[in-house]
T-cell receptor
């Protein structure tokens, strides 16, 4: 979950396909994880969260999977739409504290 | 509720000038966070408050940065003197953690350009 720097990883998908965005988090003591979506010129917006006592959580068109063994988090978006184009960040509360630490982000581009 | 409100949305200033960014959190939220976003470093937590009290300011880059929360509905982030490397988007976020960790609600950000 370290910041990537200048070049965001980019995922390009066709409209209607499913998207999977991955995130490796860093702290095994983290017990809360969130996915945020950030559109150009806007602040990050909450998508879905999951606590460490779960390994899967579903929302509307989105599913978050948590694999604590390998410290891996993924966001699945079903039937991706052009409005899903944005940068997606995973975040964890390191050491089970009150602060969220954000990963570097992945840019999702949806082709019509 | 109008959400987290930040001002100004854009600020262009010259090196050495004082910059003050403002934030109004969502009413009833007990935590307030200031983040900075740059291409190089992504989203970095600068400082956060709980019930108006600064809890952790270890992310504040230098003494040139200071933050205050005089009451539950207002916070400021001040940079004095500003430098070109302070150019970034500064986000304020608030949350209610009364029942355990919850989502952060972000403002639209203040884009700062220091010439």
């Amino acid at each position: 979950g370290e910041s990537v720097g200048l070049h965001l990883p980019t995922l390009s998908v066709q409209e209607g396909d499913n998207s999977i965005i991955n995130c490796a988090y860093s702290n095994s003591a983290s017990d809360y994880f969130i996915w945020y979506k950030q559109e150009s010129g806007k602040g990050p917006q909450f998508i879905i969260d999951i606590r460490s006592n779960m390994d899967k959580r579903q929302g509307q068109r989105v599913t978050v999977l948590l694999n604590k063994t390998v410290k891996h988090l993924s966001l699945q978006i079903a039937a991706t739409q052009p409005g899903d184009s944005a940068v997606y960040f995973c975040a964890e509360n390191k050491d089970a504290g009150n602060m969220l630490t954000f990963g570097g982000g992945t840019r999702l581009m949806v082709k019509p | 509720d109008a959400g987290v409100i930040q001002s100004p949305r854009h600020e262009v200033t010259e090196m050495g000038q004082e910059v003050t960014l403002r934030c109004k959190p969502i009413s009833g939220h007990d935590y307030l966070f200031w983040y900075r976003q740059t291409m190089m470093r992504g989203l970095e937590l600068l400082i956060y408050f709980n019930n108006n009290v600064p809890i952790d300011d270890s992310g504040m880059p230098e003494d040139r940065f200071s933050a205050k929360m005089p009451n539950a509905s207002f916070s400021t982030l001040k940079i004095q003197p500003s430098e070109p490397r302070d150019s970034a988007v500064y986000f304020c976020a608030s949350s209610f953690l009364g029942q355990g960790f919850g989502e952060l609600f972000f403002g639209e950000g203040s884009r700062l350009t220091v010439l």
